[in-house]
């Protein structure tokens, strides 16, 4: 589900109408109205404000499930860690480590990605030779590398 069929199934299932929706978020009925109709996307803060009030996971607002970041291949589990667009929208294919206000804030090169995911091993649970071998299978496949 996309994110503007998630927001229309949200406003619907809790028999709200777009002007009392709009009132419990702060914004306007115009605003949810374009989201509903895939013209604009609300700011992060936003989407936590949704997903906090309506008890609804980051992802299902995203029309994502678990999905990983397209640059270091890091899981997007909550909104938390998703990187921002430089209109302050969440992104939803970047993390916060590797996207910020819509530019690449790391790794210059997929090589160096490659190299830095090294340092993450122990936190995935893996040795730095099963995450170099992930990394190099992996990162090339992602959005930020296919180029």
């Known amino acids: 589900m996309d994110f503007q069929k998630a927001i229309l199934q949200i406003r619907t299932n809790n028999n709200l109408t777009q002007e009392q929706f709009a009132d419990r978020l702060h914004v306007t009925r115009q605003a949810v109205s374009r989201w509903e109709n895939g013209e604009t996307t609300p700011s992060i803060e936003t989407l936590k404000l949704i997903a906090d009030i309506f008890k609804v996971d980051g992802n299902v607002l995203l029309g994502t499930n678990q999905q990983m970041c397209q640059s270091c291949s890091m899981p997007l589990a909550n909104l938390d860690d ?66």
């Not at 480590?97 to 649970?125: M, P, R, V, W």
């Open 82 to 147: 998703l990187g921002t667009n430089a209109d302050e929208t969440a992104s939803p294919d970047y993390c916060k480590h590797c996207f910020e206000n819509g530019k690449f804030i790391s790794y210059a090169t997929l090589e160096e990605a490659i190299q830095d995911s090294i340092n993450y091993a122990e936190l995935a649970g893996i040795t730095q030779e099963e995450m170099l071998a992930h990394a190099q299978a992996i990162l090339p496949t992602l959005k930020r590398w296919r180029a």
